[in-house]
């Protein structure tokens, strides 16, 4: 099984923007597809970017999400912060045989 | 509209059995591309995949875990079953049931609500 590395936490103004990583321990983060969640307490998650890329209805589009092959991660950006954004925020992709979801991190809008 | 709603035992002893039912509407697990996930998350940790059935009633287990569980669907009482066997406190933890619409590998698109389980003698 790989494994998906996150930051354990970024903080950020209101308004400013803040870039989220999710770095594979092996095998191509091109292979398979990168989802986003964010999950605000006592919540179950909720999907704000899916096929690396792809933002679902009701979704601003101030999230955007991309995948790096040379640093075999894929990011999740949140520009013009809002403090609702405040969550935490867990990638997840798959091979052949497991779902995998990221270390989790949590965003704080100071 | 689709919902799932996850139910069990709130407490369970170390070495039992458990066994969580997800019951859910506004689909069918006889559509093709159908799927029902179990997915937990310890307190105050991260996220982990279980287990997936599909409408095909393939089965699909987390590596780290495939010898404990188990999971199962009643197509006609829109209900999927998972049970993990000989838990332990280190299995503490709240436990989602969720849909794939597209087939293993796509993402989850709804969620149940999560119901905690603690493991405690």
């Not at chain 1, 770095?23 to 989802?35: D, L, M, P």
């Not at chain 1, 605000?40 to 890329?53: C, F, K, L, Q």
């Not at chain 2, 591309?33 to 095909?56: H, N, T």
């Not at chain 2, 999927?80 to 436990?95: G, H, S």
Request: proline content about 5%; glycine content about 8%.
């Amino acid at each position: 099984n790989f494994m998906l590395t996150q930051p354990h936490s970024v903080s950020e103004s209101p308004g400013k923007t803040v870039t989220i990583s999710c770095t594979r321990s092996s095998g191509s983060i091109a292979s398979n597809y990168v989802q986003w969640y964010q999950q605000r307490p006592g919540s179950a998650p909720t999907t704000v970017i899916y096929e690396d890329n792809q933002r679902p209805s009701g979704v601003p589009d101030r999230f955007s999400g991309s995948i790096d092959s040379s640093s075999n991660s894929a990011s999740l950006t949140i520009s013009g912060l809002k403090t609702e954004d405040e969550a935490d925020y867990y990638c997840q992709s798959y091979d052949s045989s497991n779902y995998v979801f990221g270390t989790g991190t949590k965003v704080t809008v100071l | 509209q689709v919902t799932l709603r996850e139910s069990g035992p709130a407490l369970v002893k170390p070495t039992q059995t458990l066994t969580l039912t997800c019951t859910f509407s506004g689909f069918s697990l006889s559509t093709s591309g159908m799927c029902v996930s179990w997915i937990r998350q310890p307190p105050g940790k991260a996220l982990e995949w279980l287990a997936l059935i599909d409408w095909d009633d393939d089965k699909y287990y987390s590596t780290s875990l495939k010898t404990r569980l188990t999971i199962s669907k009643d197509t006609s009482k829109n209900q999927v079953v998972l049970t993990m066997t000989n838990m332990d406190p280190v299995d503490t933890a709240t436990y989602y049931c969720a849909r794939i619409q597209g087939g293993y590998g796509d993402p989850f698109d709804y969620w149940g609500q999560g119901t905690l389980v603690t493991v405690s003698s």
